[in-house]
């Protein structure tokens, strides 16, 4: 179902453009419009559009440099030559404000403050002192990252405690208490009217639960004695009051602490008068708190949570448990878990309360959460019974646990947003999806873009596909250009949407990475280059070229897909491109050890059956036949050739014996014929020439296709 108002990224047709339609879809309807280089220029769905003309404006590279969204604002992008993002501004038509985001390196300012600033594990967080000229504190923040590198969990090493301010209910102080507890005025009530009360056991006690802990409240008189008390009763006013809701992550602890009374007037409590029988306006009082009203951008309300098929049957299951007691009010301070997804939590002690003690006593009760699912916690105070019971000092201490935020995504990236949460009062981590910035919420009411930043080019995970045309496209015309990921975000990431070659400082191999950024313990080369392999005295035996689309080309034959080529300079390239005859070749050398029963045919297949070789030479290059397989010991190698059919295509191969080449091995340095080759280490090896399939497939100097003879 379309919810045009939605702040959740979702994706949505906007009110705006619907109504242009004439209030729905129609088959005509054009969301999507581009330029001449096939950049994205307007997406209707999010009113990104400018009085029918070109809603995003690009730079000579392609990339965004304005966008604008219909009575939201403007969007600016701030590039310098190379296309390194420098700044980001949003001008709020709501607000009539602009802000600034910026980058230098990897510092991120917001408005001219530093608000952190990336490590290899994570980021540095700036918490900025409360009063003016304070020092800030600074915070290790780990993020957690699954295969794709999504970021799926950020922790912290901050210590925090968050202290409540306690509900007094005196008159001075109700004004902010009511910012965080629910409290109706009219279940105030002045100790001199409540019964017996002048003479009840500890009923001269001040506005706090002990300094420490310390009521908060700026405007409490906090070593007073106090004035006021909570009235509750189940039969003829409130059955709950006080309700204050915390958003908790895993791994957080929350204390909670209050005081009751209540007289005992000599009559037998009537606990008949359960809150499940308001169990609507429990769960639309639980939805009035200030932490639930703001959650999810505004949607969870109590008719949402009570039309929930969930929530009011596994609520009502769990108030119904809660035991009776016998010759005294069914009264306690609760606390109620409810996860993301705002189903009760009754595991461990996420869920509890704490009974009221005995008549004509001020009791302290307390009670300890740990939590062990994000969500949020509802604290209040209950009576279902015929008789008064008083409620005082209700405090809640909050101590945090390491988890900040946990992000879950659809394959393209979208974020799951019933299963995702963010500890309160903490700045979002943005980069999310692949550890790339997301760009969203930049307006006031929560909407944005709902793209992610690669650098190269910008990504709407919304569609799963990219907003400009793909600079490689013409290696993958089956495909579109702009296709992320060639349609299989499962396995595959486009860090950057630009992609450059390295080379390994510690054993100098190549590498093609899907990154034009630096990469720690490699050297970036760029985007194409030339390779020579050399030996020891310098003379060039075979040349590589690195291509831009991650390709590399020897003997005129081009390898990509992932290829690992070893070069006769005994070190790997290892390709991204794709393969110029459209398919996958795995040119590599790879080692298998083992006996010749281990693999396809036996010994016997072999001319001459080896048990033990110390030292095996694969060699691609003679006169005029593609391979050979050089099975050598000690200081002397001969040549075979299987004279079996290939099992591939049934059809024999050419007949051949020994031909008597002999070549011989210095350390690991083969030549056959003059030829040089490459030396592979292993204990045993049997293999077998598909000679057909070699002619079919020239190899490339130095290389051996172990698909095509070695099983």
């Known amino acids: 179902m379309n919810n045009p108002t939605t702040t959740l990224g979702d994706f949505r047709s906007s009110q705006a453009y619907l109504n242009s339609l004439g209030g729905t879809k129609t088959s005509s309807a054009v969301d999507y419009t581009y330029d001449v280089n096939g950049n994205l220029t307007r997406d209707m769905n999010k009113d990104?559009?400018?009085?029918?003309?070109?809603?995003?404006?690009?730079?000579?590279?392609?990339?965004?440099?304005?966008?604008?969204v219909q009575k939201k604002g403007i969007i600016n992008y701030i590039y310098d030559a190379a296309g390194n993002k420098l700044e980001k501004r949003v001008t709020d038509y709501a607000s009539n404000k602009t802000s600034y985001t910026t980058y230098i390196g990897g510092f991120v300012y917001q408005d001219n403050t530093l608000q952190f600033f990336g490590t290899e594990e994570g980021r540095v967080r700036v918490t900025q002192a409360l009063v003016a000229g304070g020092t800030p504190t600074y915070n290790y923040d780990y993020f957690i990252k699954d295969h794709?590198?999504?970021?799926?969990?950020?922790?912290?090493?901050?210590?925090?405690?968050?202290?409540?301010?306690?509900?007094?209910?005196?008159?001075?102080?109700?004004?902010t208490e009511s910012q965080y507890y629910m409290i109706n005025t009219g279940d105030i009530?002045?100790?001199?009217?409540?019964?017996?009360?002048?003479?009840?056991?500890?009923?001269?006690?001040?506005?706090?639960n002990g300094n420490p802990p310390y009521n908060t409240n700026p405007n409490s008189n906090t070593t007073a004695t106090s004035l006021n008390m909570y009235r509750l009763n189940g039969s003829t006013g409130d059955k709950t009051g006080l309700g204050i809701t915390l958003q908790v992550m895993a791994g957080d602890i929350v204390n909670i602490m209050g005081k009751s009374y209540w007289h005992n007037n000599g009559t037998t409590p009537n606990n008949n008068f359960p809150i499940t029988s308001v169990l609507s306006s429990f769960i639309t009082s639980f939805a009035g708190t200030s932490a639930v009203a703001g959650a999810d951008g505004g949607i969870v309300t109590g008719t949402a949570l009570n039309a929930s098929p969930v929530t009011p049957g596994l609520l009502n299951n769990l108030l119904s448990n809660v035991p009776t007691p016998s010759g005294k009010p069914k009264a306690y301070i609760n606390w109620i878990l409810f996860d993301e997804q705002f189903r009760p939590v009754t595991s461990g002690t996420?869920?509890?309360?704490?009974?009221?003690?005995?008549?004509?006593?001020?009791?302290n009760q307390s009670g300890t959460a740990t939590i062990t699912k994000n969500g949020y916690l509802y604290v209040y105070c209950s009576n279902e019974s015929d008789q008064d019971v008083f409620f005082d000092n209700l405090q809640v201490i909050q101590t945090r646990g390491p988890l900040l935020q946990e992000s879950h995504y659809s394959p393209w990236g979208f974020e799951l947003a019933g299963i995702s949460f963010k500890a309160a009062g903490k700045p979002e981590n943005k980069y999310k999806y692949n550890g790339k910035e997301q760009q969203h919420q930049e307006f006031s009411d929560g909407s944005g873009l709902e793209w992610y930043d690669y650098g190269a080019r910008m990504y709407d995970n919304q569609i799963g596909r990219w907003m400009t045309v793909d600079p490689m496209a013409d290696k993958r015309n089956w495909l579109t250009p702009y296709n992320y990921v060639q349609n299989n975000p499962l396995?595959?990431?486009?860090?950057?949407?630009?992609?450059?070659?390295?080379?390994?400082?510690?054993?100098?191999?190549?590498?093609?990475?899907?990154?034009?950024?630096?990469?720690?313990?490699?050297?970036?080369?760029?985007?194409?280059?030339?390779?020579?392999?050399?030996?020891?005295?310098?003379?060039?035996?075979?040349?590589?070229?690195l291509n831009a689309d991650g390709s590399a080309t020897t003997d005129g034959k081009t390898y990509g897909e992932g290829v690992t080529i070893n070069t006769k300079g005994r070190h790997t390239i290892t390709t991204g491109g794709v393969n110029n005859e459209g398919e996958s070749n795995a040119a590599e050398v790879v080692d298998k050890t083992g006996t010749a029963s281990s693999y396809v045919g036996t010994a016997s297949d072999i001319t001459k059956e080896v048990s033990e070789v110390s030292k095996v030479a694969v060699v691609a290059k003679?006169?005029?036949?593609?391979?050979?397989?050089?099975?050598?010991?000690?200081?002397?190698?001969?040549?075979y050739l299987s004279s079996t059919k290939n099992p591939k295509t049934g059809e024999p191969y050419q007949s051949w014996t020994e031909t008597g080449l002999n070549?011989?091995?210095?350390?690991?340095?083969?030549?056959?014929?003059?030829?040089?080759?490459?030396?592979?280490e292993a204990s045993y090896l049997v293999a077998k020439i598909h000679y057909e399939d070699l002619k079919k497939h020239p190899l490339p100097n130095g290389v051996m296709d172990s698909s095509m003879w070695m099983q």
Do not use: C
């Open 148 to 175: 794709l590198g999504n970021t799926r969990m950020v922790l912290t090493d901050q210590q925090q405690q968050d202290v409540y301010p306690v509900a007094t209910l005196e008159s001075s102080a109700t004004a």
């Open 622 to 639: 003679a006169a005029e036949v593609t391979g050979y397989l050089a099975i050598g010991v000690g200081t002397a190698a001969d040549l």
């Open 491 to 545: 396995t595959r990431i486009d860090p950057n949407g630009k992609i450059d070659w390295y080379k390994n400082n510690e054993n100098g191999n190549y590498v093609w990475y899907n990154t034009n950024q630096e990469v720690k313990g490699y050297e970036h080369l760029g985007n194409s280059l030339k390779v020579n392999s050399k030996d020891q005295y310098g003379e060039v035996h075979a040349s590589y070229k």
């Open 663 to 680: 070549a011989s091995v210095t350390g690991l340095a083969l030549t056959v014929g003059g030829v040089p080759g490459i030396v592979i």
């Open 189 to 208: 009530v002045p100790m001199s009217t409540i019964p017996s009360f002048a003479s009840a056991t500890g009923n001269n006690y001040q506005n706090n």
């Open 350 to 363: 996420n869920s509890g309360f704490s009974q009221i003690g005995a008549a004509e006593a001020v009791n």
């Open 48 to 68: 990104i559009d400018t009085a029918g003309v070109s809603g995003i404006i690009y730079n000579h590279l392609n990339l965004p440099y304005q966008v604008q």
